[in-house]
Nanobody, 114 residues
Framework: VQLVESGGGLVQPGGSLRLSCAAS????????MYWVRQAPGKGLEWVST????????YYADSVKGRFTISRDNANATLYLQMNNLRDDDTALYYC????????WGKGTLVTVSS
C-alpha cells in the first residue's frame, strides 16, 4: 500500500490549492478515504472524508464551505480542493486510508501567508 500526496505549496490568504493523493497497492474504490492535517506545533486534525459507492462527503466545521474532497476511482486518486485559504490552514496535509487510518502518506505542506 502506498499513498503519495502532492500539490502543496505557498499561497496567499484567499487563494486556492488542489491537493492530490495517488494511491496504489490496494483496491482504492473499496475504501473510505480521509484528509488529515497537522499545523505547526499542534496535533492532528481530521479535515474531510469521502465514502465509497455514492461518495458521500464529510467535513470539519473549520473547512466546510471552503474545501471539497473528491475521488477518481479509475485512477486511484484522492483530491482536496481548497479555496479561500486562511492563515490557520497552514499545515502538513496527509491522506489516509479507511476509518482505521491504517495507511498514511508522508504529507504535503501547505503554507498560507502573505
Amino acid at each position: 500500500v502506498q499513498l503519495v500526496e502532492s500539490g502543496g505549496g505557498l499561497v496567499q490568504p484567499g487563494g486556492s490549492l488542489r491537493l492530490s493523493c495517488a494511491a496504489s497497492g490496494f483496491t482504492f474504490s473499496h475504501y473510505y478515504m480521509y484528509w488529515v492535517r497537522q499545523a505547526p506545533g499542534k496535533g492532528l486534525e481530521w479535515v474531510s472524508t469521502i465514502a465509497t459507492g455514492s461518495g458521500n462527503t464529510y467535513y470539519a466545521d473549520s473547512v466546510k464551505g471552503r474545501f471539497t474532497i473528491s475521488r477518481d476511482n479509475a485512477n486511484a486518486t484522492l483530491y482536496l480542493q481548497m479555496n479561500n485559504l486562511r492563515d490557520d490552514d497552514t499545515a502538513l496535509y496527509y491522506c489516509a486510508r479507511d476509518w482505521s487510518m491504517d495507511y498514511w502518506g508522508k504529507g504535503t505542506l501547505v503554507t498560507v501567508s502573505s
